[in-house]
């Protein structure tokens, strides 16, 4: 690791932690979870999945990452040579999020730039199709959506501006910056929707519990899927963040500290979505069941729709959601690539500038592929491929390399060393068993959904994926660690 590789205090590695997790899915993904599993008696399943996944895991990169201050590649290899491999396999997946995931923040960057003027007319549906996200008709996969080409090129700019300077200098000023503004951004808008006409009626849609989901096996899948991509575990980024701390701190401490920051932020803004659903519903005479939707849909269709009939005062929340969705989503970003930028840099002996700039050129010219007219379609394929498939096992296994492979007990007195909360034989055993089958059982899961929805088109992308995350993985194994050089 380069000796300026280090947050310069513990606030900013916990801002810049926060800024990890907190990510679109967080706005989009959340409320729509919550609701479609038993409202809520989705609580219990949610909590109880923060316990036993969330936690164990998080505070285990948090130890490893603290302990052993070297890239997750270089990591596995000296648990075991033959271990390599999966480190670059995961931080290879995980780089194919970054791509696709900045042509999502693309589109909203579209969006809050029409924001002002409500630029997307009466008929936002048609105007993320025509201007934004395309449609799933293949023969738009030879046609470059130009807004969502334009925006995804600032943003990779803006990106390298950002991630070229030394971590604390770059990440850490950013996360300082936008994690203050994000949460007095969300403040204003959950405090203002619970002046509007018909908020209760949101409420009441939302927290009415179900307890007979609970039965539901789906349900707490559901609980311990958003866990795992709202806390962004075993993804190799909160093992690097942590692998950026100099100076001793209360690790255990820390992660609760972000758990609960985390899940108080996507449980807040559930809470401000549906109470603007709700007046949405009440002032359209629209039931609120047809306006609950999911992803791009609630964000870029349904949404707009309903800062028309705010008035102006829509004029003002509009912009200010969209940009929350992109501060949110651009530290995400900085941390979905900061996984693969520390294993090539420590790999090849690269400077940190050369490293992001050759990533940020590779990354920049993936994320135009998901600038045609099947935008959205592609996006939503790689999406499920890469998370439910490749990221998915791979965690599982990571868990079981880290409890069988590794003396996970060396670590313990580092995580207790300073914290007040403390860790031992209940935390190890979740991570030697417990974690392992949960996870095996949701990528069976996934597989079985990957593969009941496949057609020849899903399954040639699956294929090239997968093709080049081994083929990359095998050379970057294989190759030879180059001498340092001197930084350019």
């Known amino acids: 690791m380069s000796d300026n590789s280090s947050w310069s205090s513990i606030k900013t590695f916990l801002l810049a932690m926060i800024g990890l997790t907190i990510g679109i899915g967080n706005i989009w993904r959340f409320s729509y979870v919550f609701y479609s599993n038993g409202g809520g008696s989705f609580f219990i399943p949610y909590i109880i999945a923060i316990i036993v996944m969330g936690l164990p895991f998080l505070i285990l990169e948090y130890g490893l990452g603290y ?15 033959k271990f390599e491999i999966i480190g670059w396999m995961l931080v290879l997946f995980v780089f194919v999020v970054v791509i696709y995931y900045m042509v ?29 996200g395309g449609s799933s008709n293949l023969s738009g996969i030879i046609s470059i959506i130009l807004p969502t080409f334009l925006c995804s090129i600032i943003l990779w700019a803006l990106f390298w501006f950002v991630s070229n300077r030394d971590i604390d200098e770059g990440i850490g000023r950013v996360s300082r910056i936008l994690m203050p503004l994000l949460f007095i951004i969300m403040s204003f808008i959950l405090i203002y929707s619970f002046t509007l006409p018909g908020f209760k009626l949101g409420l009441t ?5 179900n307890w007979a989901m609970l039965f539901d096996i789906n349900v707490w899948l559901a609980a311990f899927a958003q866990i795992i991509f709202s806390l962004s575990i075993g993804q190799a980024m909160v093992y690097t963040y942590a692998s950026y701390l100099s100076e001793k701190t209360r690790l255990i401490d820390n992660v609760f500290m972000v758990v609960v920051a985390n899940c108080l932020y996507e449980i807040f803004v559930a809470f401000g ?41 829509g004029r003002i929340i509009a912009p200010l959601l969209l940009v929350s969705i992109l501060f949110a989503g651009f530290t995400s970003s900085l941390a979905l ?13 690269w400077s940190r500038k050369k490293g992001v700039t050759v990533l940020t050129i590779i990354a920049c010219l993936g994320s135009l592929l998901f600038s045609t007219g099947i935008s959205c379609y592609l996006v939503e394929i790689v999406d499920t491929f890469v998370n439910e498939f490749g990221i998915l096992i791979l965690i599982a296994v990571q868990a079981i390399i880290f409890t069988w492979y590794y003396d996970v007990d060396e670590v313990i007195p580092v995580l207790n060393e300073n914290s007040a909360i403390t860790v031992g034989k209940k935390w190890k055993f979740t991570l030697k068993y417990i974690l392992p089958l949960m996870l095996i059982v949701m990528w069976i899961i996934g597989v079985v959904h990957i593969i009941y929805n496949a057609d020849p088109f899903k399954v040639g992308i699956y294929l090239l994926i997968t093709f080049a995350v081994v083929i990359l993985s095998i050379f970057l194994t294989k190759a030879h660690a180059r001498k340092a050089e001197d930084n350019i």
Do not use: R
Request: net charge negative; aromatic share 16%; charged share 15%.
């Open 104 to 132: 999502i923040l693309s589109w909203d960057l579209v969006y809050f730039l029409n924001s002002f003027t409500f630029g997307w007319g009466t008929d936002p549906s048609a105007f993320f199709a025509a201007n934004v």
């Open 205 to 209: 849609t939302l927290l009415t519990p």
């Open 273 to 313: 979505i549906f109470s603007i659903l709700g007046y949405m519903s009440v002032t359209s005479s629209i039931p609120i069941t047809e306006l609950i939707s999911d992803g791009t849909s609630l964000i870029f269709i349904v949404l707009p729709e309903v800062f028309e009939v705010m008035g102006p005062i």
């Open 337 to 349: 690539f900061e996984p693969l930028l520390s294993s090539i840099c420590e790999k090849f002996n």
């Open 67 to 81: 302990h052993f201050k070297e890239s997750f590649s270089k990591l596995l290899h000296d648990i075991n040579p």
